[in-house]
């Protein structure tokens, strides 16, 4: 079955602070891609990263990088040097092949909160 | 450029009511979906339409209807509103309905059901 649990509910960290999100999936699928989505507070949903499963480089936006390891099924998302408009809710999702409509199933989501 | 524009932005109704959520985008994508937010769990597809003129069950269709008007417009109907459909609803579209393809959401709908 198709799933994607991130464990932490809700983390809280100092601005500056380093601050890594787990994410781990599940899918039978051999061909599957996988994203993160920010929530804000005002609530919308904004795309920031996609990664198919043949591509295990990790990748680094500015001050983001996501580490992707196949061997143990976890897409990690790591803010460095945290700041307070980096706080809202970040959802990793999973996308393959057997899944009727090719839908995102997302995880349950983690709320980072960053404090000045 | 407005992406995907979701209407009404809240909405309160009393149980029994009807209502249709409006979605529409504007960037020329085949595929639109809608999803519903609950509290911890993440968010859940209720229907999607992969091309104009299709329309398919997601993982909670119960109590839902969709028309796919047009290709830029894809509505969702609660034709008699229940509590349990107390949610944030969003509305998404991709290029394309394929595994490679980012969802871009809307701003979503609050929707309560008194």
């Known amino acids: 079955a198709q799933k994607v649990t991130q464990a932490q509910t809700e983390i809280s960290v100092v601005e500056k602070e380093d601050v890594t999100l787990d994410c781990v999936y599940e899918?039978?699928?051999?061909?599957?891609?996988l994203f993160w989505y920010k929530q804000p507070p005002s609530g919308e949903l904004v795309f920031l990263i996609r990664r198919n499963s043949f591509d295990e480089q990790n990748e680094i936006s500015g001050r983001y990088s996501w580490n992707f390891q196949k061997s143990t099924s976890s897409f990690n998302f790591t803010i460095t040097a945290s700041q307070v408009v980096d706080s809202a809710v970040y959802f990793c999702?999973?996308?393959?092949?057997?899944?009727?409509?090719?839908?995102?199933?997302f995880g349950e989501g983690t709320q980072l909160t960053v404090n000045p | 450029n407005a992406g995907v524009t979701q209407t009404p932005k809240f909405q309160v109704l009393k149980t029994g009511q009807s209502m249709t959520l409006q979605c529409a985008q504007d960037?020329?994508?085949?595929?639109m979906y809608w999803y519903r937010q609950d509290p911890g769990m993440g968010l859940r597809l209720i229907y999607y339409?992969?091309?104009?003129?299709?329309?398919d069950k997601g993982e909670v269709p119960n109590g839902y209807n969709v028309s796919r008007l047009n290709k830029r417009e894809f509505s969702l109907r609660l034709e008699s509103a229940a509590p349990s459909q107390t949610s944030v609803y969003f509305c998404a579209s991709s290029l394309r309905p394929v595994v490679d393809q980012p969802q871009h959401f809307g701003d979503g709908t609050r929707l309560s059901i008194l």
């Open positions: 999702a999973l996308r393959d092949g057997r899944t009727s409509g090719s839908r995102l199933t």
């Open positions: 339409s992969a091309s104009e003129g299709t329309t």
């Open positions: 899918t039978r699928d051999t061909t599957y891609y």
């Open positions: 960037m020329n994508h085949n595929s």
